[in-house]
C-alpha cells in the first residue's frame, strides 16, 4: 500500500521510473548512447560513458542491464552477466586509443621492424601486412626498419622471413624485404617496353595461376625502381587495356605487390574501407589505426582522394561513422592534417 | 695492414703538374705516372684528382684513358678511384662489360665488407649508374645464378657474434642433403635443389654460417667445399664454393684468385689487378704472408717473373717494392 502511494507521488512529480518502478535517472534515448559507447566497432565513446554512467543509479544499471542483450547475458545465473566475448572486445576497444597514440610516437623505424615481426608470427600470417611495409616506404626508411629489426631480435628480417615462408611466396617476399630499391627517376625505356612484353606474354599464358613461379615477373617485381615500375603499368594498360594487378588477381600477393609498389592509394583506400566494413576481423580493423597514423606525413591527400573515389563517400566521414571517443577524433584530426600538408 | 708506401708531405699541384708533364709530347712518362700515382694513398689521390681538375680543367681519368692502354690502363684507372667508387665501378663492369658477369667480382664485392660498405658501394652504384646494382645483377643473370647473386647483393647482414648451435646443427644437415642427395657423395653430382642453400648462405650471419660449417665438417666427414667439387664447367657450383671460401677466410681465398690469375696470364690479368688494387691499402700484406706460406715463393717474385713492363711496375710498386725503381 505504501509502495503503491510512493510510485503515485513519484510519477505526479514527474520523475522516471522503471519497469519495477524504482526511480531513474536517465532516459532511454541516454541508454542507448551508453549502448552505442560500448559497442564500438573501432573505440569506446569515454564522453558519454563518463557523463551518462556518472548520472545513473542503480536502477538505472539494471535498466541498461536488461536492455542490452548483446553486452549481458541474462542466464541462469539470475542475474544479468557480462558476456566475456564482449568484455574481452571491449578492453580492445579501450586500449585503440592508446595503441593509435603509441604508434605515432614510436620512432618509424622500430614501428615497421614491430609490425615486419608480427605479420609473420601472427596466424595465419599476414603476407599483405610485409608486402606493405617492403614496398610503400622507401628504400631508406624500410632499411632503417631492417637495422631497429636486428637491434630488437638479434637477427636480419632476410634471416627471419626465410625461415618462416615456405614455396613460392619465399621467393618473392625475401626478395622483396632484401632490396634497396633506386629511388630516382631515370628509367630505361627500352627495358620498360621489353618488361612490359614479358609481363604481358607471362599472363596471357599462365594457365594454372602459376606465374608466381616466373624468374622474370618476380625479377622485374622484386629489383626494378618504382618510378620503371609505374612506368611499365603505363605501358601494360596502353598495351593490353587492363590494368596489370587486375591481371594478376589469381594471386593476392602479387596483385598487393603491384598496388603497393606502383599505386599506394589504392591500396591503402581498399584496406581502410575493409578496416571499416561490417564485419572486419582484428586484423583488418588494425589496419585503419596504422594506415592513417603512418601515412598522414605522407600521401593521405592522395589515400583520400582515392577513397571518395571509389567508395563514394569521403574518408572523414565514413571514420566518423565507424569510430567512436578519443580514437575518432585522433584519426579524424590526423586525416585532416595530412590532407592540408 | 696496407703494402702501399705514401709519403706524408705531399703537394697535389706539384703532383698534377708532374703527371701532367708526364702526358705532354709524344709518348707517355709512364715510369713517372706510376712512382707518383703508386705512391699515393686514397685521399691523396682525390686531392690530386681535384687539383688536375683546377689546373687544367680536364678529368684526370679521362686524361689517363687517354694517354695509357691495355693492363696497366685499366688497373691505374682503377687504383686512382675512391675506394667505394671503385668497387661500384668493377662491379659494374664486371657485369656490364663481359659476355656474362664475373660472378667472382660480384661475391668479392658482397662478401668482403661488412652491411654498412656494402650499402655505401650500393647506394654509390645507384648514384653512378641510376640503378640498383640488384636490379643489374638480376637481369644480367639467370636461373639459380641470378637468385643467389641478387640475394647475395641485396642482403643486409646481422652483425652480432651470436650462434644459435641448433640452428647450426639442423642447417647443416639440410645443406647435406641438398648437396649430396643429388648425386652421391664427394660432389659429381648435380645438387638436389638449390632452395635452401641460397637460402643459408645468403641471409644467415657471418658467425652463424662458419659454426654451420664446422657441423658439416663433423656430420659428413667432408668440408662443405670439398662436398661442392664437381664439373669445373658448373660455374653455379663454383660460385657457391667460392662464397663459401670466401666466408671462412677471404685472405687465403684473395690468395687463391691470385694464384689462378697468375697461373693463368694471358687471361687473367684483371684478376690480379683486381686484389692488388683493392687490397693494396688494406690488408694485402697480411695476403702476401699467406701466398709465401702456400705457393714457396713471394707474390712479388710471382708478379716479377709472370709479368712484364710497366705493367709489372705498377703492381710491384702496389705491393711496396722499392727495389724495382
Redesign the interface.
Known amino acids: 500500500m505504501a509502495e503503491r502511494k510512493k510510485i503515485t507521488i513519484l510519477v505526479r512529480r514527474g520523475k522516471k521510473l522503471n519497469q519495477e518502478g524504482e526511480k531513474i535517472m536517465t532516459s532511454p534515448e541516454e541508454c542507448e548512447a551508453l549502448r552505442k559507447a560500448f559497442s564500438g566497432p573501432h573505440g569506446v565513446e569515454e564522453k558519454s560513458m563518463l557523463e551518462i554512467l556518472v548520472k545513473c543509479n542503480l536502477a538505472d544499471l539494471t535498466t541498461f542491464r536488461k536492455n542490452s542483450p548483446y553486452i549481458f547475458l541474462d542466464d541462469a545465473c539470475r542475474f544479468e552477466k557480462w558476456d566475456p566475448f564482449h568484455m574481452k572486445s571491449l578492453e580492445i576497444e579501450f586500449l585503440r586509443f592508446q595503441r593509435a597514440v603509441i604508434q605515432r610516437t614510436m620512432h618509424p623505424w622500430e614501428r615497421d621492424a614491430l609490425l615486419v615481426r608480427k605479420s609473420l608470427e601472427e596466424k595465419p600470417p599476414l603476407y599483405n601486412l610485409l608486402i606493405e611495409l617492403a614496398c610503400t616506404r622507401t628504400s631508406d626508411e624500410f632499411l632503417g626498419a631492417r637495422k631497429a629489426f636486428q637491434c630488437l631480435y638479434s637477427e636480419s628480417v632476410e634471416e627471419f622471413v626465410a625461415v618462416k615462408v615456405q614455396g613460392f611466396q619465399r621467393r618473392l617476399l625475401v626478395a622483396l624485404v632484401s632490396t634497396y630499391r633506386y629511388e630516382g627517376m631515370r628509367i630505361d625505356e627500352a627495358a620498360i617496353k621489353l618488361e612490359c612484353q614479358k609481363l604481358g606474354r607471362a599472363i596471357k599464358t599462365d594457365q594454372n595461376n602459376e606465374i608466381e613461379k616466373d624468374d622474370e615477373v618476380l625479377r622485374i617485381l622484386t629489383t626494378r625502381s618504382k618510378h620503371h615500375l609505374k612506368t611499365i603499368h603505363k605501358c601494360y594498360k596502353e598495351a593490353y587495356d587492363s590494368n596489370l594487378e587486375e591481371d594478376l588477381d589469381g594471386i593476392q600477393i602479387l596483385r598487393d605487390t603491384v598496388n603497393c609498389l606502383c599505386a599506394p592509394p589504392i591500396y591503402f583506400s581498399k584496406i581502410l574501407d575493409t578496416a571499416m566494413s561490417v564485419c572486419p576481423t582484428e586484423q583488418e580493423k588494425e589496419a585503419l589505426t596504422r594506415v592513417i597514423v603512418t601515412r598522414t606525413d605522407v600521401d593521405m591527400k592522395e589515400i583520400a582522394a582515392e577513397f571518395n573515389r571509389e567508395y563514394g563517400a569521403p574518408l572523414i566521414d565514413r571514420i566518423e561513422a565507424a569510430a567512436l571517443g578519443n580514437y575518432r577524433d585522433f584519426l579524424v584530426a590526423l586525416v585532416k592534417r595530412g590532407m592540408a600538408n | 695492414m696496407a703494402t702501399l708506401l705514401a709519403p706524408e708531405d705531399f703537394s697535389p699541384g706539384e703532383d698534377a703538374m708532374a703527371l701532367n708533364k708526364a702526358f705532354e709530347g709524344w709518348g707517355t712518362d709512364e715510369k713517372n705516372i706510376i712512382w707518383i700515382l703508386g705512391h699515393r694513398n686514397a685521399d691523396q689521390r682525390k686531392q690530386i684528382r681535384l687539383a688536375y681538375q683546377e689546373i687544367y680543367l680536364e678529368d684526370l681519368i679521362k686524361k689517363l684513358k687517354y694517354e695509357l692502354s691495355g693492363d696497366l690502363e685499366r688497373a691505374v684507372c682503377h687504383w686512382i678511384l675512391d675506394p667505394v667508387e671503385r668497387e661500384a665501378v668493377l662491379a659494374y663492369e664486371s657485369i656490364i662489360r663481359n659476355y656474362r658477369p664475373d660472378y667472382r667480382v660480384i661475391l668479392e664485392t658482397a662478401l668482403m665488407k661488412s652491411a654498412e660498405e656494402l650499402?655505401t658501394v650500393?647506394r654509390t652504384y645507384?648514384f653512378l649508374y641510376?640503378?640498383?646494382l640488384?636490379?643489374d645483377v638480376?637481369?644480367h643473370t639467370?636461373?639459380d645464378m641470378?637468385?643467389f647473386l641478387?640475394?647475395v647483393v641485396?642482403?643486409?647482414?646481422?652483425?652480432?657474434e651470436?650462434i644459435e648451435e641448433e640452428v647450426a646443427h639442423s642447417e647443416a644437415n639440410i645443406l647435406g642433403d641438398e648437396i649430396q642427395g643429388g648425386g652421391g657423395c664427394g660432389g659429381g653430382g648435380a645438387l638436389n635443389g638449390a632452395?635452401e642453400i641460397i637460402?643459408i648462405l645468403?641471409?644467415?650471419?657471418r658467425p652463424q654460417l662458419l659454426a654451420t660449417f664446422n657441423y658439416y665438417k663433423r656430420i659428413h666427414g667432408t668440408s662443405i667445399t670439398k662436398s661442392l667439387d664437381g664439373d669445373p664447367a658448373d660455374e653455379f657450383s663454383a660460385a657457391l664454393r667460392a662464397a663459401i671460401q670466401c666466408i671462412k677466410n677471404p685472405k687465403r681465398y684473395l690468395q687463391k684468385v691470385v694464384h689462378n690469375s697468375i697461373n693463368r696470364l694471358g687471361t687473367e690479368e684483371d684478376a690480379l689487378s683486381r686484389v692488388i688494387v683493392t687490397r693494396a691499402e688494406k690488408d694485402l700484406k697480411e695476403m702476401k704472408d699467406v701466398y709465401l706460406k702456400k705457393n714457396g715463393r713471394s707474390l712479388e717474385d710471382a708478379v716479377a717473373s709472370e709479368t712484364t713492363g710497366d705493367y709489372k711496375a705498377f703492381l710491384l710498386t702496389l705491393l711496396g717494392n722499392q727495389d724495382y725503381f
Do not use: F, I
Open positions: 650499402l650500393k645507384q641510376k640503378r640498383s640488384e636490379e638480376a637481369s639467370s636461373g641470378r637468385k641478387v640475394a641485396s642482403v643486409y647482414r646481422y652483425e652480432g651470436e632452395e637460402r645468403s641471409t644467415r650471419s
